[in-house]
């Protein structure tokens, strides 16, 4: 295996992948609780807590802006519980407010505070740049077992690989509460089930994989990678195992056909540039979805 | 900070022409913006147009690439703003496509479709930046906005784009009203629901692409969303709603741009959406209607009279009184003494609280689909609610000399 592979594409195409699938899996509870756009909500406000966690803090180290962005997170779907019972505003309209409120005093505050003289600006934000995680020093012959090159890795992958093992731990630990939570949740609640700290806790994990995944690959594809995976699986079946199955494979192959057609796709085409590769991640999960919803075998549902 | 004297130029439109200009283009995009905004909210389709929003980018960018090949400078506003607006349609379409044509609920259409075609967008504007082609740093401020680079006419077409959306809703008021409370009552006069929705659409794919290069494609639906939800707090009717939106929209634009330009680094988008959070807050606070200090005000004086009237029935029926609460308030009201004693004007107005129930008990009894209003209203005096001749025809009911048999000593008996 050419070694410039495994340093300069496989790194970056394995980021992409695991943020997406960590994801998809909370996508489709989110589909299915009708919260997709708690998804959207929440990557949004990433922003500001990222600022105001440097703002605080006055570095750019990791620890600061994970629990920034995350409690900006927990922050917002906070504020819209509450602006959705105070004021009795339907659910959109109280995301809406929220989200926008918020993402515009993160904007505010990035250009008035010394972030903007630092290598951070809104566009990386949104877009992530998932092409400049490479892995240099694994670009050397048997970098794969030697510590030292192993050491040089993004960390951004450590982070993904934890953030997905939580997923992952939640689902096995948490399944059945969180099914029957989802689909009935009357029924939950008469079982005895928290269906108030479930939703909470599928809430925060979502941030959690949000803020580890935009840290990578930036917001957009973030609520892409929520969504589409997980809307394209729903309509190829109506059980909910081989649904998650579907939304991982989803999310795979978005990752690996964008993150490919991005860099080397757009070489064969003869153009002597690459294009951002989180957008074209974005741009394929969304195709995936379109040609599920023209021949997906479940996409009526019970209505067909 | 704050530079005092050029904010107050720029409030009284003294700060050059262009800054003026934008002003004024903002002031009309957040009228449009509130107006169009509050029939969204009440059709209950707000974030739609977060999906429209998104939708727009790969058309910013087609139309950047396709005026380029074509030799343009590729930064020619219509230009731009016709790909926006052809591509924000597309992107509706996708969005009533999946809800309608496929078992996805609407919140995932709407996630869908802004995150494919924002990334899709993405993707172009990579493709824009590698080519190298001069003057592309105009489209990057369609992500956050700016006003500070704009061109004369620029700020012109806006503006005169912002009047003409203003317009046209205040044109189709009626028909969009009707449709977003009673579909049917619309449809039987003569109204076609199907049009009128597509109407929606185009006013808000309209805000949506006026303000893109002002506000940018982000928080442009801030726009459309928060003035109205901030409306609704101070009124329950359609008219002043649609008003009051247009008029937090309009404030929001003029001080958000006027700070812009009186503060460095101070962009006019993010400002305007904060200027308008501000004023939602502050209606969620305060506002008459439906705000939460006044409802708080509300829920106390209702739970006073409540205590008062049933701590004076009580002293009535020679019952000790145990609630603190009731305690308190006939102490503050001097109907009880500090040992709980009623004083004379307790006892008093134990007898009147008796007659006032009594006489209610009458009225309801005649009218028992008042019930739901009365409850409240039987609290208050009752020469407030009811006229003297229904008072008196209600006394009617108790004329006779009282007897110290059957009833108390008032004339009237508590049932």
Known sequence: MDELYVGLVLVPTLIGALAAVACALLGNFLILRKQSLMGDAVSHVVLPGIVVAFIVSGSMSVGPMLIGAAAAALISALLIELVRNLGKVEPGAAMGVVFTSLFALGVVLLEQSETRNIHFDVQHALYGNLESLVWLAGTQAGALFDPEALADLPPQLGRLVFSLLAVCLFLLFFWRQLVVSTFDPVFAQALGVPVRFIGAALISLVAIVAVTAFEAVGAIITIAMLICPAAAARL????????????VLFALVSAVAGFWAAGSGMALLGSGFSVSAAGMIAAVS??????????????????? | MIDVPAFVNALTFNAGYNTAIVAMGAILLGWAGGTVGTFLLLRQRSLVSDALSHATLPGVGLAFLVMAWFGGTGRFLPGLLLGAAISAMTGLACVEWLTRRTRLNADAAIGAVLSAFFGFGVVLLTVIQSLGIGQQAGIGSFLLGST?????????????????VALLVFYFRRPLTLVCFDEIFARTSGIDIRRADLLLMFLVMAVTVTGLRVVGLILVVALLIIPPVAARFWTDKTTTMIFASGLIGAVSGFAGTALSASVPNLPAGPVIVLVAALLF??????????????GLYRARAFSRKVHRRQGLLAILRGEAIYDSDTIKVLKADHYIRADGTPTRTGLAAADNAAREEALWTVYLHDNPDAAYRAARMRLDPIAERLTSDEIAELEKHFAGPPSVSGKAGTGFAIR
């Open chain 1, 286 to 304: 969304g195709i995936i979805l379109a040609i599920c919803a023209i021949a997906a075998p479940q996409r009526m549902g019970a209505r067909s």
């Open chain 2, 281 to 294: 807050v502050i209606s969620l606070l305060f506002a008459p209607a439906r705000g939460i200090f006044y």
């Open chain 2, 148 to 164: 500070s680079g704009m061109l004369r006419n620029e700020a012109v077409t806006l503006a005169v784009l912002a009047l003409i």
């Open chain 1, 236 to 247: 190829m079946t109506n059980r909910l195992i081989p649904q998650l199955a579907w939304s």
